[in-house]
């Protein structure tokens, strides 16, 4: 069984950075393409970012390039989303997921595909 545990949410104002982190255990992380998704009140989950096994691919929501970038270190087993510039529009809670890849190029962007959850970390924007 995997486990995610995502932390670094909070309040900021508009224009603030923040970094959630992820950590993963349970099973060899390096094996995993890792996703960050979020979800908005009233809103469906939607995907922000992705990266492959090795780092060596990433793939952004279209409203978050340039703003936030996300990152890997496979010997602390965990993920990350830099986010800067924040907005309003970023509110929501957010969630990092695994999902088994089989080569070092996948990173997929629908939710569906993710095996693991973490349990979400609440980011709030002040406008």
């Known amino acids: 069984q995997v486990q995610l545990v995502e932390s670094g949410g909070g309040l900021v104002q508009a224009g603030d950075s923040l970094r959630l982190s992820c950590v993963v255990s349970?099973?060899?992380?390096?094996?995993?393409?890792m996703g960050w998704f979020r979800q908005a009140p009233g809103k469906e989950r939607e995907f922000v970012a992705v990266?492959?096994?090795?780092?060596?691919?990433?793939r952004y929501l279209d409203s978050v390039k340039g703003r936030f970038t996300i990152s890997r270190d496979d010997v602390k087993n965990t993920v990350y989303l830099q986010m800067n510039s924040l907005k309003s529009e970023d509110t929501a809670i957010y969630y990092c997921?695994?999902?088994?890849?089989?080569?070092?190029?996948?990173?997929?962007?629908?939710?569906?595909?993710?095996?693991?959850w973490g349990q979400g970390t609440q980011v709030t924007v002040s406008s």
């Open positions: 997921a695994a999902d088994w890849a089989y080569d070092y190029v996948a990173a997929r962007t629908t939710s569906t595909t993710y095996e693991y």
């Open positions: 349970g099973r060899p992380f390096s094996m995993y393409s």
């Open positions: 990266i492959s096994r090795g780092g060596g691919t990433t």
